[in-house]
């Protein structure tokens, strides 16, 4: 999708799913927020003019060490007049992840 790649978002996609992701150090967080908002500000608004939605069951995640995810404090991404704040666990493809790269089967 040429709309990421031009906001610097890296992104998955698979058949019913996709996935935008960014690497970051802890203290490039908020320029990376602003990254995923953008992005998705941009999606959003071409998939209205195509007569799409967006999905409203978006999670977001933070991934790193212990000791970064503890002493950090976890993003939200605000999408139109949503906020969606980061969970413990996310979903991928059936699978559980934690921050700290655990998984568990649903």
């Not at 992701?21 to 927020?33: E, F, G, I």
């Not at 212990?66 to 949503?82: L, V």
């Amino acid at each position: 999708m040429d709309i990421a790649a031009e906001i610097g978002i890296n992104i998955h996609m698979y058949a019913d799913d996709t996935q935008l992701y960014v690497h970051c150090k802890p203290s490039d967080t908020t320029d990376a927020v602003a990254k995923l908002e953008r992005c998705i500000a941009v999606v959003d608004k071409w998939m209205a003019a195509s007569r799409l939605k967006m999905n409203s069951e978006s999670e977001v995640i933070r991934v790193g060490s212990k000791r970064t995810i503890s002493t950090h404090a976890r993003p939200a991404i605000r999408t139109g007049n949503d906020t969606i704040s980061a969970t413990d666990k996310a979903r991928l493809l059936g699978v559980l992840i934690s921050p700290e790269l655990t998984s568990d089967h649903m």
